[in-house]
């Protein structure tokens, strides 16, 4: 069973919704993110990097770099630009992207259910990305960021999520990369029973995006029930702000690669070498994308290949059958030499949102090879979490992104 509860929002006056809703603050490089706080002062991104605020030389960690972010946040409320609903509630979220609909319900998890099991996730964290926000929810006693959650179908759901959305939404805008935005509340009591209860049942919910900010808002909760030994487990340091979307709702786009030299190989030598585990032919199309698992573009030598890995050489392994896994262990270690492909910096990763063209201009334009991925499937998410393993780096790219601001969670 899952303990999804509802709660009371932080959340923006109606007026200001579509300014103040951000992409999440891991996307924007500290100058860009200063550039879009300066083009709209109401960002949210002022508040997730409050380094935008400060001097380019500040250091961005600096404690009082995040007390101004409180600061900046409590001033909002006192103006009125950010409201808090009174009683507890559940939100439904959708976002619209190129005709594909999604709809979330906003709501606090546990963070037992993280410990438990109950909550899986697929994916590593690294202690140093997690420290910044940590020191972001404990300095603002706030959740910004909601956890992006997905769970398999559930029927009442479904059904209790088109009955919410024949009403009014409460947030209904397009923001500047041509996504739709809307969100209802959900605030009567027997509907918020029958969410609360269908939750109950569902004994496996998975972390699809933002495993750092799940640690970092899990390990501020234990912080304050070692300083506060007394909890009884109701205090809202106890629950981890998220969205809930139902497996199907969700569309996971492709992850390339691109790397920058041949390992000392010449194109010649390359492609002998790949055609040991690969097949290996001129593609049809330019860009060629992948129309299968187990298949790969590659673009060398302003050429286009359509790669497919010979049978004998996949596993049956949950992880290891994983078209990243392929790539990496077939490929990308053993001719050219990347063994860690999160830390070396010969290799970047480049979400499908970019499409292809993207990785064409970068191997004109200093790289030497790209490789196209066919996208990785929930399933296969869902399949590697419940074995208990891990997905290498760089496997899913959820699209769209779910925006910071519209929901914050008081933890204080």
Not at 10 to 33: C, G, H, M, Q
Not at 231 to 239: A, L
Not at 275 to 303: C, I, N, R, T
Not at 355 to 378: D, I, R, W
Request: with cysteine; charged share 35%; net charge negative.
């Amino acid at each position: 069973m899952s303990d999804i509860r509802p709660f009371c929002a932080v959340r923006p006056n109606e007026t200001f919704a579509s300014k103040i809703a951000a992409l999440p603050y891991d996307v924007y490089t500290r100058k860009e993110a200063k550039k879009e706080v300066e083009k709209n002062p109401l960002s949210f991104l002022k508040i997730d990097r409050p380094e935008t605020m400060f001097p380019d030389e500040m250091d961005m960690y600096a404690p009082k770099v995040y007390q101004k972010a409180r600061k900046v946040l409590e001033e909002m409320i006192e103006k009125g630009e950010f409201i808090q609903d009174e009683t507890p509630c559940y939100y439904l979220y959708e976002l619209t992207r190129n005709g594909h609909r999604q709809t979330g319900i906003v709501a606090c998890a546990s963070i037992d259910d993280y410990f438990n099991g109950t909550i899986k996730k697929h994916e590593n964290t690294r202690e140093e990305k997690e420290q910044d926000r940590i020191r972001h929810v404990d300095t603002l006693d706030t959740q910004t960021g909601p956890i992006f959650l997905a769970y398999r179908l559930d029927a009442v759901l479904k059904e209790i999520i088109e009955e919410t959305k024949r009403k009014t939404p409460v947030y209904d805008f397009i923001s500047e990369d041509k996504i739709t935005h809307r969100v209802w509340v959900i605030d009567e009591s027997e509907m918020m029973e029958r969410i609360q209860q269908c939750f109950v049942k569902i004994n496996k919910i998975y972390i699809a995006d933002g495993h750092h900010r799940a640690a970092s808002a899990i390990k501020v909760g234990c912080k304050r029930r070692k300083e506060h030994p007394g909890y009884t487990g109701e205090e809202e340091f106890n629950y981890f702000l998220c969205t809930l979307f139902a497996e199907e709702e969700l569309e996971i786009l492709d992850y390339n690669r691109v790397v920058k030299d041949l390992n000392g190989l010449s194109e010649i030598e390359f492609l002998e070498k790949i055609k040991e585990s690969f097949e290996v032919e001129e593609a049809e199309e330019s860009p060629y994308a992948p129309k299968q698992k187990k298949e790969f573009g590659m673009y060398l030598g302003k050429k286009w290949y359509k790669l497919q890995i010979k049978k004998e050489q996949v596993s049956d392994d949950v992880v290891e059958s994983l078209d990243v896994s392929i790539l990496q262990n077939k490929l990308l270690k053993p001719i050219l030499g990347i063994k860690e492909p999160g830390k070396d910096n010969r290799i970047i990763f480049v979400g499908g949102i970019r499409g292809l063209k993207e990785l064409e201009h970068c191997v004109e334009n200093g790289f030497q090879v790209a490789f196209s991925m066919y996208p990785t499937s929930m399933q296969e998410l869902f399949s590697v979490a419940d074995a208990g393993r891990l997905m290498p780096p760089k496997s899913t790219w959820f699209e769209p992104k779910l925006r910071s601001g519209l929901f914050l969670h008081k933890i204080g």
